[in-house]
C-alpha cells in the first residue's frame, strides 16, 4: 500500500475509553491507517448516576479483535483514566515494546443528567474527575516522552458540542467539556515548539451508549423547555451519528494532513452550533 493509503505507517496512537462506542471507533479507524494502538477502558461501573450500562472487559477484547483484525498490533489494558500511575504505567510499557507515541486520542468520558442545583457532591465530581481530570492524567502520562522524542505528534481531544455551546440540565458535564477546550488551547501553546499538535473534536449527538441514553428524556418531560436549546442542525440531525464518521476527524488529525492545524475546536456537529 501507497503511503496515502496508510497515511499514519510507523505510528502509535493511545487512546482512552477504547472498549467501545467512540474509543472502539477510533482504534479501529487509526489501526486501519497503519498506526499501532494502545487502549485502555476501565471496564466496569465508573459513575453511579450514569443512565446507560457500563462497558465489559468483554467489550475492551472486541477491540483488541477488531484491530488485530486490521492487521495492526495492540496492547489493552482495564484502567481508569482517573487513575494517573495506571495510565503511566501503561505508557510506560508501551514505551518499551513499541518504542515511541505518536498520536494520544483522550476520548474517556461520561455523561449524566440533573440540574445542577439538585446532582449530589459525588455526580458532580465523578463527571469532573473523569470528563477532565482525566484527561489531565493523560496529559501527565504522555506528553514527556512524547517531548523527549522528538518526534513531534498530535494530541486529539474528544470534547462535545456540549463544550462549545452549553445545554440545560447537564451543566456539569457542560463545564467538564468547556474544561477540556481550555485545556486544549493552552496545552497547544505550550507544545507548540515542540511540533506537537493539540486540538478538540466536538461531536454532537453519536450513536454509542452514551448518545442513547434514555434518561435524557425523563429530563425533558420534567423541563419541557429544554428541548428548545437542542436546536436542529443545518443538515439533518434525525439520528444519530456513526461513530466512524467522527474518527474520520480523528485519523485527519492525527495525520500530516493536519499538519497547519492546533489549538482548533473542530465541530462535528452538521452545523448545530451555528443554527
Known sequence: ???????????VAYVTGAARGQGRSHCVRLARAGADIVAIDACGPVAEHNGYPPAAPEDLAETVSLVEGEGRKIVADRVDVRDAAGQ????????????RLDIVVANAGVMNWGRLWEISAQQWQEVLDINLTGVWNTIKAVVPPMIEAGNGG??????????IKAVPGAGHYC?????????????????????????????????TPMGNDTSMWQTFADHPT??????????????????????????WLASDASSLVTAAQIPADK???KI
Do not use: C, W
Open 1 to 11: 500500500m501507497t503511503d496515502n493509503e496508510l497515511p499514519l505507517a510507523g505510528k
Open 88 to 99: 503511566q504505567r501503561v505508557v510506560s510499557d508501551a514505551l518499551e515494546q513499541f518504542g
Open 154 to 163: 498530535s494530541i486529539i481531544n474528544i470534547s462535545s458540542a456540549a463544550g
Open 175 to 207: 463545564a467538564s467539556k468547556f474544561g477540556v477546550v481550555a485545556l486544549t488551547n493552552s496545552l497547544a501553546v505550550e507544545l507548540g515548539e515542540f511540533g506537537i499538535r493539540v486540538n478538540s473534536v466536538h461531536p454532537y449527538g453519536t450513536d
Open 226 to 251: 429544554y428541548i428548545h436549546s437542542f436546536s436542529p442542525g443545518a443538515l439533518p440531525t434525525e439520528s444519530l451519528a456513526d461513530p466512524g464518521l467522527i474518527s474520520d476527524i480523528v485519523v
Open 271 to 273: 452545523g448545530y452550533l
